[in-house]
């Protein structure tokens, strides 16, 4: 059964940076589609960063060039380093995992939270002004 857990988050002024981080306990890491999604109080979730086992990555528009996502396959552990941080990145971050080998090829696909089967329980962010 594959599991995951989040940590890394915190409360940060606006322009910091933190580095969140997603064990993964049975699975390996880099073989099968990770990602990160987030969501801010009485909002839907959405997707953040994916990345495919082929190391390719994605990233959601708003992202902008501010987070990267990566992967230590020795620690079997996810990473999104947020960068520039502003006030609208605040919320519960969640790293979800998909049975299937790939993240799916439409950014649509990719994106839905539905396609997820493995879910953490979240990291809390909050970005003040």
């Known amino acids: 059964q594959v599991q995951v857990e989040e940590s890394g988050g915190g409360s940060v002024e606006a322009g910091s940076s933190l580095r969140l981080a997603c064990v993964v306990a049975?699975?390996?890491?880099?073989?099968?589609?990770m990602a990160w999604f987030r969501q801010a109080p009485g909002k839907g979730r959405e997707a953040v960063a994916l990345?495919?086992?082929?190391?390719?990555?994605r990233y959601a528009d708003y992202v902008n060039g501010r987070f990267t996502i990566s992967q230590d396959n020795a620690k079997n552990t996810l990473f999104l380093q947020m960068d520039a941080l502003k006030p609208d990145d605040s919320g519960t971050y969640y790293c979800?995992?998909?049975?299937?080998?790939?993240?799916?090829?439409?950014?649509?696909?990719?994106?839905?939270?539905?396609?997820?089967?493995?879910w953490g329980a979240g990291t809390q962010v909050a970005v003040s002004s």
């Open positions: 049975g699975s390996s890491i880099g073989a099968t589609c």
């Open positions: 990345l495919d086992p082929d190391n390719s990555t």
């Open positions: 979800a995992a998909k049975r299937a080998r790939g993240c799916g090829r439409l950014w649509s696909v990719a994106s839905s939270m539905l396609t997820y089967e493995v």
